[in-house]
């Protein structure tokens, strides 16, 4: 990662760098509780989950990981073609 950095800098942007991924990750995981609570959770009679609200929500966290993941490999796939045609230049 040495792009001209004292080690000094290269920690302080490291630093930032982990904080801002922490910060996107409980970005998207906050996202994914709300959008899978309002779409499931629907009875507030009870203080536990019906079976019904219980598989919902396990779907839905399971189809957004794995939306999350097929995006996350689209844009490798994506970044390393432009990559790779950027080296042909």
Do not use: H, P, W, Y
Request: hydrophobic content about 30%; glycine content about 6%; some cysteine.
């Amino acid at each position: 990662m040495d792009a001209g950095l004292t080690q000094s800098e290269q920690r302080e942007l490291e630093g930032r760098l982990q904080k801002r991924q922490v910060k996107e990750f409980m970005n998207v995981f906050g996202n994914l509780v709300d959008n899978c609570f309002n779409s499931c959770v629907d009875d507030f009679t009870s203080r536990a989950l019906s079976g019904r609200e219980s598989g919902c929500i396990s779907r839905c966290v399971t189809k957004s990981m794995t939306t999350q993941n097929r995006l996350g490999e689209r844009f490798a796939e994506l970044n390393a073609s432009v990559t790779a045609e950027m080296q042909k230049r």
